[in-house]
């Protein structure tokens, strides 16, 4: 289960909204999730929205007859969401820790000058981040899905080395595979493609992209 506690300082809060009082502070739940969580709604606090304070979350649809599971969202720090509906869940892919925000604060927050827009630059950051992921899905083929997937990690959690740019994220061929809607054994093919083409490579457990920065 999710481990929440009552009150944890807000790296949001604290940054972004310093003159916040402390009483709104105090009643946003800090949510702790170990990498790999997968909680829905009911496991949750209620909340109108949820801040990714660290860590990288990712929304999921479940799966049911006839439809597989979606990575529908992935959120990073300063990120805001809302709850997961009723057929979606939260999965933490690294160590995460969200504040809640619940209904009566939003309200509160709002009317709060200056508030509003952090809110919606958090919302816009989430928002954003979805249209990037949405756009992979629009290569005809699927070996270009994938390199475009991994392009838009590399740019949101890469680390530049001497030789290419390390995705820092725990990336398997069956997450790639609910990012971009196809079957995992179709993208271990295009992997072999693209390692083939010297775009990517397999090192010390992470996946890094044989680009120079700049060209991302």
Avoid: K
């Avoid at 300082?9 to 310093?18: D, G, I, K, T, V």
């Amino acid at each position: 289960m999710a481990v929440a506690v009552s009150f944890q300082r807000s790296r949001f809060f604290e940054q972004a909204l310093p003159g916040l009082p402390l009483e709104l502070r105090r009643a946003c739940t800090a949510v702790m999730l170990p990498s790999g969580a997968r909680r829905v709604a009911s496991e949750l606090p209620d909340a109108r929205l949820l801040v990714v304070e660290e860590g990288t979350v990712l929304a999921r649809s479940f799966a049911s007859e006839g439809v597989r599971s979606m990575i529908v969202g992935r959120c990073g720090p300063g990120s805001i969401l809302p709850p997961p509906a009723g057929d979606e869940l939260l999965q933490s892919l690294t160590d995460s820790w969200l504040t809640a925000i619940p209904h009566a604060v939003w309200h509160r927050l709002l009317a709060i000058p200056g508030v509003a827009d952090r809110l919606i630059d958090g919302l816009e950051e989430t928002l954003r981040r979805q249209r990037e992921a949405s756009r992979a899905l629009a290569g005809i083929r699927n070996t270009d899905r994938v390199r475009r997937q991994l392009v838009e990690l590399a740019r949101e959690h890469g680390r530049v080395g001497r030789d290419g740019i390390r995705i820092d994220l725990p990336v398997t061929h069956d997450l790639i595979a609910d990012m971009v809607g196809c079957a995992r054994e179709t993208v271990t093919r295009a992997f072999d493609e693209l390692q083939r083409e010297g775009f990517v490579a397999r090192r010390e457990g992470s996946y890094q992209l044989l680009v120079r920065p700049e060209s991302l």
